[in-house]
């Protein structure tokens, strides 16, 4: 089955600085590659993805990019802001739609 | 409206002892998955329900783990003879799964302590 590692754990930035997140998959079929957000305290919630046929996603300061032959892909966090400070989760999908996730990296972004 | 509903939000059991974690996705959804989130960790996969196909159980740690969905909406995730290491906030989420990018709704999960 898919297996995804997720890369940092920990992860500290200072305040308007980029933060740079890494996950790879190991089952070439995963095609859906979401990334969740989770604040202390709260449930995760999506706050972007991406699909294999793209290679790069931006929506505002967020960018995700995936390299299919690699089997990687990677959050971006640009001019980072104390309330990106959550657990962020990487995950992969196949056809399926089964979900796995990473490990999570705690962001701490300081003031 | 409403969205994914997980009751209770806290459980304390004694070893041994089984419990029922209920969760209420949200309506017309067809998707359900479990995850088991230990203190500090990531989101574990449990299992995973897709309409009316036979449910995916490969991430049940042990036997002492069932889950059921009633009739496409409610299930139950039932552990039994809980052990210690079985404490850790179990999220139940559901999806609506007519894109490939249909989001996960999580519930507030619920936090199993077993003493």
């Known amino acids: 089955g898919e297996n995804v590692e997720q890369h940092p754990s920990t992860l500290s930035v200072q305040e308007g600085d980029s933060a740079v997140i890494k996950c790879t998959y190991s089952d070439s079929a995963s095609n859906y590659f979401p990334w969740y957000k989770q604040e202390l305290g709260k449930r995760p919630q999506l706050i972007i993805d991406i699909r294999s046929n793209v290679g790069e996603k931006k929506d505002q300061r967020i960018a995700v990019t995936l390299n299919k032959t690699a089997k990687h892909f990677s959050l971006h966090i640009t001019e980072t802001q104390p309330e990106d400070s959550a657990v962020y989760f990487c995950?992969?999908?196949?056809?399926?739609?089964?979900?796995?996730f990473g490990s999570g990296t705690r962001l701490l972004v300081r003031p | 409206g409403a969205g994914v509903s997980q009751s209770p939000s806290n459980k304390v059991t004694e070893k041994g002892k089984d419990v029922e974690l209920r969760c209420d996705p949200i309506?017309?959804?067809?998707?359900l998955y479990w995850y088991r989130q230990s203190l500090g960790q990531g989101l574990e996969f449990l299992i995973y329900f897709q309409g009316n196909s036979a449910p995916d159980k490969s991430g049940l740690p042990s036997d002492r783990f069932s889950a059921e969905r009633t009739g496409g909406s409610v299930s139950t995730l039932t552990i039994q003879r809980t052990q210690q290491e079985d404490s850790a906030v179990y999220l139940c989420a559901s999806s609506i799964l007519q894109s490939p990018s249909s989001p996960l709704h999580f519930g507030n999960g619920t936090r199993l302590t077993v003493t």
């Open positions: 995950a992969a999908a196949d056809s399926s739609y089964k979900l796995i």
């Open positions: 309506s017309g959804h067809t998707a």
